[in-house]
């Protein structure tokens, strides 16, 4: 078990290496959910009603920022390129020979790029929920934003 921990650490010091990525891509996850939820807005306004499709616009933010959270936390789709570039570079039988599991060690990696992306998913959606502070309504109690969360 101490050696997947090591990939994870080494697996961190990667993601952290290439800072510019992080920005670009914690840039990325925020822009996405603003656009959204401007879009929102606009057809909000357009319409002149105060609700579209049986939501206020109230819940609509809120249900945007929600949802590009959770996107934001679980979208993340390099490990299939990172695997078939393993085997197209002729690497992956270094991973075969060594004394690991192949599928332990892709899951360390996954599992701590998973962290990191949500960690920066919660600094995004922070961002935008005090940016939309009066528009967005999400009454969660410590339990269930727990809940939500695991």
Known sequence: MRKYWKIAATTWSEVFAYRLNVWLEAFGNL????????????AFEATGENT??????TQM???????????????Y???????ADD??????????????RFSLYYFARTLTRKVFTFAFGIIAVGIL???????ADIN???FHFGSFVI
């Open 61 to 75: 933010i809120s249900y945007l920022l929600l949802a590009g959270f959770i996107t934001s936390a679980i979208s």
């Open 129 to 135: 929920l005090f940016l939309f502070r009066g528009s």
């Open 77 to 83: 789709t390099a490990q299939g390129d990172e695997t």
């Open 140 to 142: 969660m109690s410590p």
């Open 52 to 57: 579209f499709g049986g939501y206020t616009e």
């Open 87 to 100: 085997i197209r570079e002729g690497r992956i039988s270094n991973y075969l020979v060594k004394p690991r």
């Open 31 to 42: 822009l996405t959910i603003l656009a959204s939820i401007v879009l929102w807005m606009f």
